[in-house]
């Protein structure tokens, strides 16, 4: 079976940070490359140890937006 999983890539310093939005997995990577097949990595190993985490995966497509906020 194939999952389909939203991921955020954050620029850090040293490299980026990969975040699954819908388990709450980490990884990074030097690269975004890396990042993203070091957390694809990471999501299969949680699966594999935590089998009911399938059932966390979103079934249908999420809404990511983004907000711009003013600050004093």
Do not use: W
Request: aromatic content about 4%.
């Amino acid at each position: 079976m194939t999952h389909k999983l939203t991921i955020v890539i954050n620029k850090e310093k040293g490299g980026y940070v990969a975040t699954s939005v819908d388990l709450g997995v980490v990884s990074q990577g030097k690269t975004i490359e890396e990042a993203k097949d070091n957390l694809k990595e990471a999501v299969e190993l949680y699966l594999e140890n935590n089998p009911r985490a399938k059932s966390e995966i979103t079934k249908s497509e999420p809404f990511v937006a983004i907000v711009e906020l003013k600050c004093a």
